[in-house]
């Protein structure tokens, strides 16, 4: 069990080996950056989200950490919209994103409901079931259905 700092700084652990030599392993470290980004941002009401893949910092061991967030304002006239001002937002914290699709989200609060449908056609459709799961984090008290229909 590998100790990790809740403030993502790395550990030196000492390890013995064979032979009474001891060597200094670092364990993974915490991409905070990564992980204060909120899964879910989204409006109350109709409008455009997309689905877009954050990733984190290459780790020692040459992975790269990753999540998928859903993001859905009023305000945005275009899927480009919504995507350009949560890269820019994210690409400042030194966070690199991949949009994977749009659609539209009815958000009904009132009636703990929401609708994912339709598609972006700059960035088509995103995967509303995956969609569905991660509103589900932060909505699970809600009626929540995808629908490949309307645009």
């Avoid at 909120?38 to 061991?61: M, S």
């Avoid at 998928?68 to 994103?97: C, K, M, P």
């Amino acid at each position: 069990m590998n100790p990790i700092c809740r403030l993502g700084a790395k550990h030196i652990l000492r390890k013995t080996i064979p032979g009474n030599v001891v060597s200094r392993t670092f364990a993974k470290m915490v991409d905070a950056k990564l992980d204060a980004v909120p899964v879910v941002d989204i409006d109350e009401g109709i409008f455009k989200y997309v689905l877009i893949k954050v990733y984190g910092q290459e780790q020692t061991d040459g992975t790269t950490p990753s999540k998928l967030i859903v993001r859905g304002f009023n305000r945005a006239q275009w899927h480009s919209d919504i995507y350009d001002e949560v890269s820019s937002a994210l690409l400042g914290l030194g966070l690199e994103t991949e949009c994977l699709g749009g659609g539209r989200i009815e958000n009904r609060s009132d009636l703990k409901q929401i609708k994912v449908y339709g598609y972006s056609q700059g960035y088509g459709k995103a995967d509303h079931i995956e969609t569905r799961m991660l509103l589900l984090t932060k909505y699970p008290d809600h009626n929540i259905t995808c629908s490949d229909e309307g645009y």
